[in-house]
């Protein structure tokens, strides 16, 4: 059984930093994309950064792009996301998310954690 099991979540003021992990059970790791989408209230879940399988080549939301950084570890079956300047709007939960391709990152979910950037 898959499971992707987020991390780091939590309350932190404007202008701050929170990095979220995510451990996935995934007996091939290493071919799979990988990636964070968040959904805050109210809104429709949104991709947030997604990294290839070989970690090579990463993309990001234009809203996050400079403040974030997603990066992974084949060796450990892990991805992270460090979040710096985080800003009101980047409160959400948090997904990590499993894929074939860099562009289809949707076979498997994690549970989610929460963020929360307080003004």
């Known amino acids: 059984q898959v499971q992707l099991v987020e991390s780091g979540g939590g309350l932190v003021q404007a202008g701050g930093s929170l990095r979220l992990s995510c451990a996935a059970s995934?007996?091939?790791?290493?071919?799979?994309?990988m990636g964070w989408f968040r959904q805050a209230p109210g809104k429709e879940r949104e991709f947030v950064a997604g990294i290839s399988d070989s970690g090579t080549t990463t993309r990001y939301a234009d809203s996050v792009k400079g403040r974030f950084t997603i990066s992974r570890d084949n060796a450990k079956n892990t991805v992270a996301l460090q979040m710096n300047s985080l800003r009101p709007e980047d409160t959400a939960i948090y997904y990590c998310?499993?894929?074939?391709?860099?562009?289809?990152?949707?076979?498997?979910w994690g549970q989610g954690t929460q963020v929360t950037v307080s003004s």
């Open positions: 998310a499993a894929g074939a391709t860099i562009v289809a990152i949707s076979a498997y």
């Open positions: 995934l007996r091939t790791f290493s071919i799979y994309a």
